[in-house]
């Protein structure tokens, strides 16, 4: 397959990268997880980039029963057939937009209890160097019990507000406004007086998720982005291992571009990738490398 060069932009940093897809030399699923299981016990730092694949693997799933419990009559009234799309729909009102985003919050944030996978996951790395970098914004590994000051999450929090305009870069809480919007919306709208605005310019709040140029980073945005970048200084010349969980092409310029770029450049550092038909390793790394395609959840009850 011939090699494509893309500039991409991940947290701050554009960089160009050439790769090429190439799945790794098929070994045994029980080979793969027992070199894998081997670089996480001799690494001297874990970096673990995880994506929605690790929260699906836990049962958050978005579409299908779970997301009919919660919002049959949306489904029957705008034909919105998943949680994800859903977040994108235009309605009309801002009652009508509340009453989708909160309970969208409670069931995947505050109601949604902590997943297996992650769980499983802090047992293999609790003893070790790690740091977490995830796209994801459901609170999992903070639920999970993960040290907070080793996580980035660089997307967002379904727990965070913000201004929409926005004026300023600081973001609220969200709990108890949530709890309140979901116990008194009727007809699939929230009382107009629950309609949350800005303190400082009284624009209207909106979700503090990366999906344009009004992202708000604030000072604990900031603050892990510094730990972070401070980590991967500290370890570019150990032995480093970058595991991969569930990450897919959506934004691979945050998690998995930047992986095999630090792999292929620091002179001991493997990559590994659990992903369900989606674990794949580029020529330039292979030798390097440990693909294992199959559900994470499982991988790791193995591990």
């Known amino acids: 397959m011939s090699l494509r060069t893309t500039t991409y932009k991940s947290t701050g940093t554009s960089f160009g990268e050439t790769f090429s897809r190439a799945f790794s030399t098929p070994t045994k699923a029980s080979d793969r997880i027992s070199l894998l299981k081997n670089e996480i016990e001799t690494a ?36 919105i057939t998943d949680m994800y799309s859903g977040g994108f729909y235009p309605f009309d009102t801002l009652e009508e937009y509340w009453a989708w985003w909160s309970r969208h919050i409670l069931v995947n944030r505050y109601e949604a209890g902590v997943g297996k996978p992650y769980t499983d996951l802090l047992e293999l790395v609790k003893d070790k160097d790690y740091f977490v970098l995830t796209t994801n914004v459901d609170h999992q590994f903070q639920l999970a019990g993960f040290d907070k ?47 949350p605005h800005c303190p400082i310019c009284g624009k209207p709040m909106t979700m503090n998720l990366r999906c344009d140029d009004t992202f708000v980073e604030d000072e604990g945005w900031h603050n892990a982005s510094e730990r972070y970048s401070l980590f991967l200084r500290r370890h570019q010349n150990v032995k480093t291992l970058f595991l991969e969980l569930g990450t897919g092409m959506n934004t691979p310029g945050i998690i998995k571009f930047s992986f095999w770029r630090m792999v292929h450049e620091w002179p001991d550092a493997t990559y590994a990738c659990i992903n369900l038909n989606e674990a794949y390793a580029p020529d330039e790394i292979r030798t390097k490398s440990i693909c294992i395609n199959n559900d994470i959840g499982k991988v790791l009850e193995q591990l």
């Open 44 to 79: 001297d730092a874990i970096v673990i980039g995880a994506g929605a694949g690790l929260s699906a693997s836990a049962g958050m799933s978005y579409s299908g029963e779970r997301f009919e419990k919660t919002f049959a009559d949306f489904h029957r009234k705008y034909g």
């Open 149 to 195: 000051k080793r996580l980035f999450y660089t997307q967002g929090d379904y727990g965070l507000w913000q201004c929409s305009k926005p004026c300023h870069d600081r973001t609220y809480d969200n709990e108890e406004a949530v709890r309140q919007m979901v116990a008194e919306q009727k007809d699939m709208k929230i009382p107009s007086e629950l309609v």
